[in-house]
Structures are given as structure tokens and as C-alpha cells.
């Protein structure tokens, strides 16, 4: 595997460095910050005003669209008068599609040119043809000719380029070739890479972005993969596109740029969301502070694990079964669990859990901490007198508690039951003692290991079956022994939890071990110990995130929150975000830039109030037609401004309804998606 140096360490990847108008882009400098304007660029005043207050709250590179030759030409004057402003020292980027005109024009006046390579030599048609081998070289030959002219300008001006694919807007010939994949992201940008390189041109970034977090962190890897193959160290440029805005936004973009920083890619990054472009930066600055935090030139843990990094396979494990709702196993959602923080608190948690405005996202479990015997005697009682709406009850159990003390617990309901409780490397008998008084009473053990301690146990673990347990990471006591966990075969970060569940994880199959694991998100897995609500949400982000998209997770709690309706809300939010477990609609809507047609902003708001109840279905909401259609990727419907004040309704790729007025708009949507029989009434219950 040669897309990163670890998988358990984030090692920066090699690249050269890219001189962005003075500003580095990879090699050795930290990661820059960047984000667009959403302004007309012909209006000049207002896109140097945004592009005045993009620079102001930190983003270090701004870019523009330049839909066209005209647009191209006011970036002189948006130059001249954002530099006159004091940003001399902020690259402007001019963004291109479709248009190699605008981009002989822009190049002459900004720092970078942002070319797509899926419609900057190709008009997109969506055509079904075969590609013969002499065919395809033809196009090849068509496209250095496009192509060249630009390679030559920038170079001879000494400015920069990022080649930008995005999922969904691939041309005729590699959608024919290699479909819309990963790979076929890849070799888009590959065909324009042998251009430059054929002009020894060197100043190049790559992006390989999509809505899916899994599809872009696929296509990175394999891009890096393919570049390392052909001696090819460009930087790279992270980004989920079309990621939408609030909560899941957020969740989205760190879930892919995270992922991908935790392996050491990433030179850049720009979190895209449908929001006033100035809220995208402090959300990029916290993943990009997270990120360069754990950097590390060390390696000394193995490089690979036997996750296949290319293609999307959830880990095969026994299904256990709690309840008959309530099933663990490769063929299920990851079960949601949410951490109580007291027996006081249990009941009226359980009261509020149990509201039917979260049908759609039942807490499967819910965590208790058992500290003494006393509080084993109240969770009796509570038991006794509370009806507990769950598939089951995790007991997290101070080690100072035997199996013969929980005997009047275990008698609960079979399968209601999942002791929690850490095991270290030397407590080979007490794990047998637990073991044996779950499987005696039908319940369940979640054994939390540091990655040594389930090296040393390897041989138990085999003997004791897969059938009654549940693995998670021992993250306090990784913590404990100062940020360096004692007795490693190799050290790991102590840092970096998800490189310490790949490593529990690749211990266990080791050991022969195919039982479900446990994603904790505690204080104690946190990269860097901030309190803010972002800061958790990007944490958790970033640890579920990075092991779901790798197929890793069977159950995941979050537990930094205090209120376990928001514990529980951010859960369901990370599954989505990381596609594993979809319990709302799916929106995908773009981040604006100077050719949307229509307020994104409030019209995604709007849609979403109408539509937010409709789950498993995908919506897109896409400023313009020019990118929007292609953009909008496997959307089931799309939304997209077809003219000013116009709207065009879209069901999958296919456009069904032309230049509505945007009035109308909404109610023809909603029409659509009932005619596509994907409608349902929203439940008064849970609005
Ligand atoms: S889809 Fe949205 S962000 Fe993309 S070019 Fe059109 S308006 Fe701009």
C-alpha cells in the first residue's frame, strides 16, 4: 500500500512544493486555508468586498469564478483593487469550466487557474458510445491541443493550477472507459498531468472531490497510489463538494478532508458549505490545526493493515443478537449506543430518549456508568420500576467490580445485558470469569483493549468464541501511560485513535477474532483536549468517520456531550455523513459561487423544512446548470436554477421540467417526488 507511509501514524506525504503567488502550497509548508466568493464576478466591488472579508477572518487563498471571457477580465480590476486594499499577499484563483477562453484570459490576471478536467476540453453530453483504442488516442491528441496553451501560459507567467475533478462531472470518453469511479476520477486528472509534465510544467495541485466523504476518500488514495507509480509528487487540494450547510455540512467535510489528513494527505483544504463563505474558515482552520497537530516523521508502527483502502468493504463479523429489532453484524446499520452519566440520570434520560420524534433515530443502547456496589443496587431498582424502551443496557463497570457481585443484574432479561469493562494484558482470568457469567445468562461483554493487550490475549480471545462479545479500544489507557501505551509491539499516537482502533482491529483478526467493535468517542480519543461544541463535533467526525468509510464499526456512542439528546442526534449524524446508517434525507446542495441563479441559502432551508422527513431519499439543490446536473452526482431529484428566476426539476440525470418560475418550484417537486412514489406524509410526532 503505498498511498500513505502509516496507517497508524499521520506521516505528512512527500510532495513539491507549489508557489501560489508567494504562498506555498505542500513540501514543507503548513496546511493553507481556502475558500470562493459567491458574488457576481462582474460585480467588482462585491467580490472584492467578500474576497476583503474571506482574507480577514484567515482564508489564505481566494477564488473566483470565471464563468466567462468577461468575467475573466474583471479579475485585472479585482486583482488590482483587492491588492490596493493591503492583500497583495492573497493569491486570487480563477475558476474555470468549460471555458479554455476565459482561462487564456484569467490567467494573465490571478495568482492560480482551477481547471475541470472532466469539461475543460470536452462538452458534456452524457453520450453512450464505444471508445476504440485508436478513437481514444484521438481524443488524447485533441486534448493536448486544448490543453497546452494554458500549461505554456502558466508557466511562462509563473502561476499555479489546480486540476479539479469532481465525482459526477467526468467527460463522455472516461465515463465510457472507467465509469463514474474513483479510478475513473483518477486517470481524468492523470490525462492532463502527462500534458503538463510533457511541458515541464511542475506547478500543479490535484483534487479528486464528490458529495460521497467514501468516493472522495477513495479517489485521493488511488491518486496518490497511481501518482507515486509515475514519480508524480504533486500537492493536493481537499474538499467534499456540494456538502451542504449546519451540522451535516460540517460533519461531511471533516468526515473526507479528516479522513484523508489522518493519513498524512493534504496540502490544502476548503470546507465547502451552503453557508456565507466567512463561516467556511473557522470550521477549515479547526480540522487544519487538529490535523498538523498530529503530524509526525516518526513511523514506527507497521505501514498497512488488511483494510483494502481502494474499495469500500465492511468488516465481516458474527451477528449478535440483542433483540429481534436490534441485530449486530455485517449485513446491519452500526448500532447506536448513548452514554447516561449517572444512575440518577438513567430515568429521566430514558423518559426523553424515548419521545416519538426519535423513531427514526432510536438510541439502540443506552451506557451506564457502575461504579460501586451501591449504584448495582440502584439500577435494580430503576430497572424494577422504569421501563427501559431499548434493546439493551451497557453497564460500564469500574474494574473493582467482581461477575459473583452482578449475579441479581445478569438475572435481567436475557440479551438485555453488555458489561463494559477494560482488560489488560494480564487479566486473562478475569476476562474468562466475565465471559463465562455473560454466556451463562444470554448477555453480552465489550471488552476494551489497548491493541497490546489483544496481541497478548490473542489465544483467549480465540477460545473464549465470537458469539457473546464486543470489542473496543482502551483509549484511557493508552492515555494513561503518558501518550506512549506501555508494552506495544510498536508504539502508536496516542493521539490518533483511529490508527489505535486499526491497530486493535488488525490485533484481533490476528487473533483470529471476527466479533463487532465499538467506536467510543470519549474526552480520552480527542486529538487535542478544546471544549467547543465544533471541536467535538469534528472529532467525532474524524474518528467515526475515517473507520466507517474504511468499514470499520458496528456500534458507535458519542460521548462528549452531556445531553444525551444531542449525544444521540450527533450520532445519527456522523452515520449519515459517513453514508453508514441513513435515518433523514440526504441533501446535496452546492456551495454558491458568482453563477448561482437563486439564494441558496434560504431556498436549501426551505426545501429541507418541506422535504428533511423524506429518509433514504437524495436531493440536490444546485445553483446553476452549468455544473449543477453534473455535479449533482446519484442525487434521486435535483433543484437547479436553470435561468434567473427560473428553476429546471430534475429526476436523477434526466431534466423533466424546464424554466419553472422559481414560485412554483417547490410545490412541482414535492409533485415529483410523490409521481416517483417517494413521498410520505411527515408525522406530527416527530416534526
Ligand atoms: S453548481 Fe453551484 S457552486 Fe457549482 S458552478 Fe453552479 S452555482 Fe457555482
Not at 465492511?314 to 429489532?325: H, I, N, V, Y
Not at 458469539?467 to 502508536?492: E, H, M
Not at 452515520?575 to 436549501?604: N, Y
Request: proline share 6%.
Amino acid at each position: 500500500m503505498s498511498y500513505c507511509a502509516s496507517r497508524y501514524h499521520t506521516v505528512r506525504r512527500h510532495t513539491h512544493p507549489v508557489n501560489v503567488g508567494g504562498i506555498g502550497v505542500g513540501g514543507s509548508n503548513p496546511l493553507r486555508i481556502q475558500s470562493m466568493t459567491t458574488s457576481d464576478t462582474q460585480d467588482v466591488a462585491a467580490t472584492v468586498q467578500q474576497s476583503i472579508a474571506l482574507a480577514e477572518v484567515g482564508c489564505e487563498i481566494v477564488r473566483i469564478t470565471a464563468p466567462n471571457v468577461a468575467a475573466a477580465k474583471c479579475l485585472r480590476a479585482i486583482r488590482s483593487q483587492f491588492s490596493a486594499a493591503g492583500f497583495a499577499h492573497i493569491p486570487l484563483v480563477a475558476d474555470i469550466h468549460f471555458l479554455p477562453s476565459a482561462a487564456m484570459e484569467a490567467v494573465e490576471h490571478v495568482e492560480k487557474i482551477r481547471v475541470n478536467p472532466g469539461n475543460y476540453a470536452d462538452k458534456k453530453k452524457f453520450a453512450v458510445r464505444e471508445y476504440s483504442d485508436g478513437d481514444y488516442d484521438t481524443e488524447l491528441a485533441r486534448l493536448h491541443e486544448t490543453f497546452s496553451p494554458l500549461v505554456l501560459r502558466c508557466r511562462a507567467l509563473g502561476r499555479a493550477m489546480r486540476i479539479g475533478t469532481n465525482h459526477g462531472s467526468l467527460s463522455d470518453r472516461i465515463m465510457n472507459r472507467y465509469g463514474d469511479t474513483p479510478l475513473g476520477m483518477v486517470e481524468s486528472a492523470l490525462e492532463f498531468l502527462r500534458i503538463a509534465r510533457d511541458h515541464r510544467y511542475d506547478q500543479i495541485m490535484l483534487s479528486m472531490k464528490s458529495s460521497n466523504p467514501k468516493v472522495m476518500i477513495q479517489a485521493y488514495r488511488l491518486l496518490v497510489e497511481r501518482m507515486t507509480q509515475e514519480d508524480m509528487h504533486y500537492p493536493l487540494h481537499l474538499g467534499v463538494t456540494e456538502a451542504g450547510d449546519g451540522e451535516d455540512g460540517r460533519i461531511k467535510s471533516a468526515i473526507g478532508i479528516g479522513s484523508l489528513l489522518l493519513d498524512g494527505l493534504g496540502d490544502t483544504i476548503r470546507v465547502s458549505l451552503t453557508e456565507d463563505s466567512v463561516y467556511e474558515i473557522p470550521v477549515a482552520r479547526a480540522i487544519a490545526d487538529k490535523a498538523m497537530s498530529l503530524w509526525s516523521s516518526t513511523v514506527v508502527a507497521p505501514a498497512t493493515d488488511r483494510i483494502d483502502p481502494y474499495h469500500f468493504n465492511k468488516r465481516a463479523t458474527t451477528t449478535l443478537t440483542f433483540s429481534e429489532t436490534c441485530l449486530v453484524g455485517p449485513a446491519q446499520p452500526p448500532r447506536v449506543i448513548v452514554r447516561v452519566p449517572s444512575i440518577a440520570a438513567l430515568s429521566a434520560a430514558a423518559r426523553d430518549l424515548a419521545s416519538p420524534k426519535f423513531k427514526d433515530t432510536p438510541p439502540e443502547g443506552l451506557l451506564v456508568p457502575i461504579a460501586t456496589a451501591g449504584d448495582l443496587a440502584a439500577l435494580c431498582e430503576v430497572a424494577a420500576t422504569t421501563p427501559l424502551p431499548f434493546s439493551f443496557l451497557a453497564l460500564e463497570l469500574s474494574p473493582t467490580l467482581t461477575p459473583d457481585l452482578l449475579q441479581p443484574l445478569l438475572a435481567l432479561s436475557p440479551g438485555r445485558l453488555l458489561l463494559v469493562r477494560p482488560f489488560t494484558a494480564t487479566e486473562e482470568s478475569t476476562l474468562r470469569a466475565f465471559a463465562e457469567s455473560v454466556r451463562q445468562h444470554g448477555h453480552f461483554l465489550a471488552c476494551e483493549l489497548t491493541p497490546a493487550a489483544a496481541h497478548a490475549l490473542a489465544f483467549t480471545l480465540r477460545a473464549l468464541g465470537d458469539d457473546r462479545l464486543v470489542f473496543s479500544l482502551d483509549a484511557s489507557a493508552c492515555l494513561s501511560s503518558a501518550g506512549a501505551p506501555a508494552a506495544q509491539p510498536a508504539p502508536l499516537d496516542s493521539a490518533h485513535a483511529a490508527g489505535r482502533y486499526r491497530a486493535l482491529v488488525e490485533a484481533l483478526h490476528l487473533a483470529g477474532s471476527r466479533t463487532p467493535i465499538w467506536i467510543r468517542t470519549t474526552a480520552a480519543t480527542a486529538v487535542r483536549g478544546e471544549n467547543s461544541f465544533l471541536s467535538k463535533l469534528l472529532e467525532a467526525s474524524f474518528l467515526n468517520g475515517s473507520l466507517l468509510c474504511d468499514g470499520i464499526g458496528d456500534f458507535v456512542s458519542i460521548e462528549t456531550e452531556a445531553d444525551v439528546t444531542r449525544s444521540l442526534k450527533l450520532a445519527y449524524n456522523v452515520l449519515q455523513g459517513a453514508g453508514a446508517r441513513i435515518s433523514k434525507t440526504e441533501f446535496v446542495a452546492c456551495p454558491s459561487c458568482g453563477r448561482t441563479l437563486f439564494d441558496l441559502q434560504t431556498t436549501t432551508q426551505r426545501i429541507r423544512a418541506q422535504t428533511g422527513h423524506l429518509k433514504g431519499v437524495k436531493l440536490a439543490i444546485m445553483g446553476c446548470i452549468v455544473n449543477g446536473p453534473g455535479e449533482m452526482a446519484d442525487a434521486d431529484f435535483g433543484y437547479v436554477g436553470g435561468a434567473p428566476g427560473k428553476i429546471n426539476l430534475y429526476v436523477g440525470k434526466n431534466c423533466v421540467l424546464y424554466n419553472l418560475p422559481q414560485a412554483e418550484a417547490d410545490s412541482r417537486l414535492i409533485a415529483l417526488i410523490k409521481e416517483h412514489g417517494k413521498w410520505i406524509e411527515p408525522d406530527p410526532a416527530q416534526a
